[in-house]
């Protein structure tokens, strides 16, 4: 185990009509972006990754979820590696750790990856997802553009200016498996 370990974090940004960029930053430095796309949304299936990293953290089970990004499929992937930490032999504290790595479709190969804390990957990361879906709620554009083309389907059983609309998107990526992990993790 390294002595120290790594930190990925996930920051979103809308760009344009459709697209949410997604930059992958490990220890601060920009490793990758994935441009998502409204027409494939992967924030959902994101979650859901997220939750079985969270429901098989103790039974070595990797975890992955594919983005498509109109182009090329792209993979996240995390596979746990649990370890009784040992202060004489290293600094890393937790027992939970795993390999985060992303495979860009397009270049064909791994361009991303650390060894990270479980508990502290699964939080950053749902916490830079719910924090950006709270930012858009009152972005009209966002929501007129991503909303409506993510979530159709809801999208379309509310009258226009149903002040639900402006939920749709922090429903769909909220989760109560992942706020409960994270609240015990607190304690």
């Known amino acids: ?14 760009e344009h009509i459709g697209w949410v960029n997604i930059y992958i930053l490990v220890n601060g430095e920009e490793k990758a972006f994935i441009t998502a796309s409204d027409v494939y949304e992967p924030f959902e299936d994101i979650k859901e990754w997220l939750e079985n990293i969270v429901k098989h953290r103790f039974d070595n089970i990797p975890s992955g979820v594919d983005i498509y990004d109109e182009t090329d499929d792209n993979s996240l992937c995390f596979v746990p590696i649990p370890h009784i930490p040992n202060d004489q032999i290293t ?12 495979y860009d479709g397009y270049e064909g190969k791994i361009v991303a990856d650390a060894m990270c804390d479980t ?10 997802i719910l924090s950006f879906a709270k930012e858009m709620r009152d972005n009209d554009e966002f929501v007129e553009d991503w909303v409506e083309g ?17 939920d ?14 994270l609240d015990n993790a607190k304690r």
């Open 1 to 14: 185990m390294p002595l120290v370990l790594d930190k990925v974090d996930f920051q979103l940004k809308y």
């Open 91 to 102: 600094d890393t504290a937790s027992g939970l750790c795993g390999i985060f790595y992303y």
């Open 119 to 128: 508990e502290e990957f699964v939080k950053t990361t749902y916490k830079s």
């Open 150 to 166: 993510a979530y159709n389907k809801e999208y379309g059983e509310m009258e226009d200016g149903d002040p639900r609309i402006k």
């Open 168 to 181: 749709i998107f922090i429903n769909k990526v909220t989760s109560e498996l992942l706020d409960e992990f």
